[in-house]
């Protein structure tokens, strides 16, 4: 049974806080996202990694940074959170773009 | 960039009848097609895919048809139960990552 786990189910942030949401898998997958998900606006790409220390922003990374150490753990650090940055957090993994997708549970993440 | 459109974004349907989310894709380069359903509170789950080889797939009560001329493709769930209902969401395979439609909020009427 595929295992992607994050570290939070929900996650209360002060404004200015930095946040760091972690990701680890237990497939061996070379391919790891952060996708920020919103009503209406479905899944949107925040930053990808095809490889450790390998990082690509994607659609949405104003605002986010991220580390990818070991091949197991992706992390997404918002680095001074904002109000506009709560959001649903979803890491996935997989081993190709023409390959299955595998979700974390998310992290429902609230800055007030 | 490229996109993928889907579309309705809520679609309600009777409990017994069929539904249709259709999705347009941009990048002619293309070759993977894949449906995810997430339930409430849960996380995204693959239910079909279609690869561009080939016009039809079908499991059960769901099918998926694609158009490449057109790059259009489609999810039919046939005899609609109640635990349909949840967000679907479409994608592409677009320079090694997927591109993902909006979702559709399938509601399914007693």
């Known amino acids: 049974d595929v295992k992607v786990t994050q570290s939070s189910r929900y996650l209360v942030k002060r404004t200015g806080e930095k946040v760091f949401l972690e990701c680890v898998q237990d497939?061996?997958?070379?391919?790891m996202f952060w996708y920020r998900q919103d009503p209406g606006l479905g899944l949107r790409l925040i930053y990808f990694?095809?490889?450790?220390?390998?990082?690509e922003k994607g659609d949405i990374p104003e605002g986010y940074s991220v580390s990818r150490e070991k091949k197991e753990r992706f992390s997404l650090i918002l680095e001074s959170a904002s109000t506009n940055q709560t959001s649903m957090y979803l890491c996935?993994?997989?081993?190709?773009?023409?390959?299955?997708?595998?979700f974390g549970q998310g992290t429902r993440l609230t800055v007030v | 960039g490229e996109n993928v459109e889907q579309h309705p974004s809520t679609l309600s349907v009777q409990e017994g009848d069929s539904a249709v989310i259709k999705c347009t894709y941009s990048?002619?380069?293309?070759?993977?097609f894949p449906w995810y359903k997430q339930e409430l509170g849960k996380r995204p789950q693959l239910i079909i895919d279609?690869?561009?080889n080939v016009g039809e797939k079908k499991d059960q009560r769901i099918a998926v048809t694609l158009n490449k001329t057109a790059k259009h493709f489609s999810l039919h769930i046939t005899e609609t139960q109640p635990e349909d209902s949840a967000v679907y969401f479409c994608?592409?395979?677009?320079?090694?990552?997927?591109?993902w439609g909006a979702g559709t909020k399938l509601i399914i009427k007693p």
């Open positions: 996935a993994i997989d081993s190709g773009s023409n390959t299955e997708a595998f």
């Open positions: 497939m061996d997958h070379e391919n």
């Open positions: 990694s095809y490889d450790v220390k390998m990082k």
């Open positions: 990048d002619s380069a293309s070759n993977y």
């Open positions: 279609i690869r561009s």
């Open positions: 994608a592409a395979n677009s320079n090694y990552q997927l591109i």
